[in-house]
C-alpha cells in the first residue's frame, strides 16, 4: 500500500513564506503538488520527476519551487511570496505502476 503524508501547512500572512513536505512509502518517479480552494476544482501547482526537472503553474511559477529528495523519499514545495488566492487545501499526488495516490491535504490560509 502505497501512502503519502503531508506536512507544513498553516497560517501566514500575504507575503510570507511556508515550506510543505511530502513523503512516501515507497520511490515514486513523478510527484505532484495539487490544490483545492473552496466551491474551486483541484489544480496542479507543481510536478518533479525523478532527475528534477519541474514544471509550475502559471499562477505560481516564480514563487513556488518544488524539489524532491529521492533517498529520504520526500517532496517539498517551498512557497514564498503567497498570496490570498494561494489559500488552499494543498495535496501531495504520484502515480505508482498505474495507479493514483493522494496525500490526506494540509491547509495553507494565507491572511490579508
Known amino acids: 500500500q502505497v501512502q503519502l503524508v503531508e506536512s507544513g501547512g498553516g497560517l501566514v500572512q500575504v507575503g510570507g513564506s511556508l515550506r510543505l513536505s511530502c513523503v512516501a512509502s515507497?520511490?515514486?518517479?513523478?510527484m505532484d503538488w495539487y490544490r483545492q480552494a473552496p466551491g474551486k476544482q483541484r489544480e496542479l501547482v507543481a510536478t518533479i520527476i525523478g532527475g528534477g526537472t519541474t514544471n509550475y503553474a502559471d499562477s505560481v511559477r516564480g514563487r513556488f519551487t518544488i524539489s524532491r529528495d529521492n533517498a529520504k523519499k520526500m517532496v517539498y514545495l517551498q512557497m514564498n511570496s503567497l498570496k490570498s488566492e494561494d489559500t488552499a487545501v494543498y495535496y501531495c499526488?504520484?502515480?505508482?505502476?498505474?495507479?493514483?495516490?493522494w496525500g490526506q491535504g494540509t491547509q495553507v490560509t494565507v491572511s490579508s
Open positions: 499526488h504520484g502515480t505508482y505502476i498505474g495507479d493514483d495516490y
Open positions: 515507497v520511490n515514486i518517479y513523478v
